[in-house]
């Protein structure tokens, strides 16, 4: 499972992919010597992963039977479009964003993933990746090869079932933000984006009310259709009305029932 990603990558430092069996076989403090010297400034978020790895696996659920992984750095890419699709990915740590380009050249913004989130599915139906997925900070990432992953989900009923639930959730993504797109103004389409991760956050046991956004202004304006102006006098309008908090990338939502009301339209707002 390993052989297409490293050699894909050539002479890229060791400990880039270790499967948890290989990993555990090293010692604490010789994984972390040659991680640190290698992956540096990534090293910490690398030893939290290992150190909460699965000694067990019981091969139900997607998360358990991916028992490789890659660390990759910030502004790297864990796919390019084109890309021929081998394997399926979820984050461990960190966030992504992935990118598609139109007939003239022009990148758009189409995903923003966290902790937790699955990535590549898309590339199930051409065998190849339609966008780029970029690190919007050091992550790490767990994977399996798809045609292993069709193995297994041919043997056990539950992993197949979260599969399909996996691509029915992706289905009711994109079409919810095609709509949010179509039909509603900045405000409303600022609001639901800050409650998505939100929610995503909180579905993760994460407090999701104070958050870090990795991406820039203007990769939220390309991700929710709207000019890097006009994401940030949103931003600030929301601020101003006591809806948020914002101190550089960290948002704070001080009041999620306002922005719930400002979201379904409930309240005035402003295009």
């Avoid at 060791?14 to 604490?28: E, I, M, Q, V």
């Avoid at 767990?142 to 029915?168: K, N």
């Avoid at 956050?201 to 994460?206: H, K, M, S, T, Y």
């Amino acid at each position: 499972m390993l052989d297409a990603h490293q050699s894909r990558r050539g002479s890229e430092a060791p400990y880039a992919d270790l499967t948890w069996g290989g990993a555990h076989k090293a010692s604490d403090s010789a994984r972390a010597a040659a991680t640190e010297s290698a992956c540096w400034p990534a090293a910490a978020a690398l030893r939290r992963w290992s150190q909460d790895a699965p000694t067990e696996v019981d091969l139900g659920t997607l998360q358990s039977v991916m028992t490789c992984w890659r660390l990759v750095r910030k502004g790297e890419a864990l796919f390019r479009a084109g890309d021929r699709f081998e394997s399926i990915y979820k984050l461990r740590s960190g966030t992504v964003k992935t990118v598609v380009s139109d007939a003239d050249g022009h990148e758009h913004v189409n995903g923003y993933f966290l902790q937790g989130d699955i990535l590549g599915l898309g590339g199930i139906s051409t065998q190849s990746h339609h966008c780029d997925a970029t690190a919007l900070e050091d992550c790490v990432a767990g994977y399996i090869a798809f045609s292993q992953l069709e193995a297994l989900c041919r043997e056990v009923q539950s992993l197949q079932q979260e599969i399909h639930r996996l691509l029915s959730a992706e289905i009711v993504r994109e079409s919810t933000r095609l709509m949010l797109l179509g039909s509603h103004g900045a405000e409303q389409r600022v609001a639901s984006f800050l409650l998505d991760v939100r929610a995503r956050l909180n579905a993760r046991g994460q407090a999701g009310s104070d958050f870090h956004l990795r991406m820039t202004r203007e990769d939220i304006g390309s991700y929710l259709g709207l000019t890097l102006e006009t994401v940030s006098r949103t931003f600030s309008r929301l601020q101003q009305e006591g809806l948020i908090a914002v101190r550089g990338k960290h948002v704070t939502l001080v009041d999620t029932e306002g922005l719930e009301r400002l979201w379904r339209g409930q309240r005035h707002c402003v295009s």
